[in-house]
T-cell receptor, first 114, second 110 residues
Framework: NAGVMQNPRHLVRRRGQEARLRCSPMKGHSHVYWYRQLPEEGLKFMVYLQKENIIDESGMPKERFSAEFPKEGPSILRIQQVVRGDSAAYFC????????????FGSGTRLTVV | QKEVEQDPGPLSVPEGAIVSLNCTYSNSAFQYFMWYRQYSRKGPELLMYTYSSGNKEDGRFTAQVDKSSKYISLFIRDSQPSDSATYLCSQKGGYNKLIFGAGTRLAVHP
């Protein structure tokens, strides 16, 4: 049973380009969460999605960032017109349902903006 | 005030020591707490979760919640070099999201 799969593991983008980060949840998990981790900082919540629905995007920057979790395929976190401050590790997590369960995290995508 | 506060350390202990990792939280409305371990350049992995007050034990690890003081703790007995990692406390908040502390970096030296 594969865990949460994220790709790419490392992504380098020039300022102004677009970054697309992909996340495939664990089998049977219908809830997906995206977190960002800056160097020497904890994980910051960005967005919570279920299939075809954004449930909570209170942690998403208002501009340039978007997320989706289509009926088929992985969840995508999209960052348009990247800036140096977007450099961070982006983690995706999934859970089977709501309730007293922890999440299973992927290994993350490390985005570097040059 | 941050919702979940955690001393970032670093904490350095000799092998075999008992380690105490602590966090405080501000929002009493949510009572599920989780501890994650994160090795360098890896994703966090769930160690334990607890509900409300009390203790929960799993092998060398014990998680404790004190509602009266809004304090959550993780104890590691007989610490090993392989325990060297960053430990993240978290509280499950509204809309099912986890709110994390900054993480405490632990080094266990032989």
């Amino acid at each position: 049973n594969a865990g949460v799969m994220q790709n790419p593991r490392h992504l380098v983008r020039r300022r102004g380009q677009e970054a697309r980060l992909r996340c495939s949840p664990m089998k049977g998990h219908s809830h997906v969460y995206w977190y960002r981790q800056l160097p020497e900082e904890g994980l910051k919540f960005m967005v919570y999605l279920q299939k075809e629905n954004i449930i909570d995007e209170s942690g998403m920057p208002k501009e340039r960032f978007s997320a989706e979790f289509p009926k088929e395929g992985p969840s995508i976190l999209r960052i348009q017109q990247v800036v140096r401050g977007d450099s961070a590790a982006y983690f995706c997590a999934s859970s089977p349902t709501t309730g007293p369960y922890g999440y299973t995290f992927g290994s993350g995508t490390r985005l570097t903006v040059v | 005030q941050k919702e979940v506060e955690q001393d970032p350390g670093p904490l350095s202990v000799p092998e075999g020591a008992i380690v105490s990792l602590n966090c405080t939280y501000s929002n009493s409305a949510f009572q599920y707490f989780m501890w994650y371990r994160q090795y360098s350049r890896k994703g966090p992995e769930l160690l334990m979760y607890t509900y409300s007050s009390g203790n929960k034990e799993d092998g060398r690890f014990t998680a404790q919640v004190d509602k009266s003081s809004k304090y959550i703790s993780l104890f590691i007995r007989d610490s090993q070099p392989s325990d060297s990692a960053t430990y993240l406390c978290s509280q499950k908040g509204g809309y099912n999201k986890l709110i994390f502390g900054a993480g405490t970096r632990l080094a266990v030296h032989p």
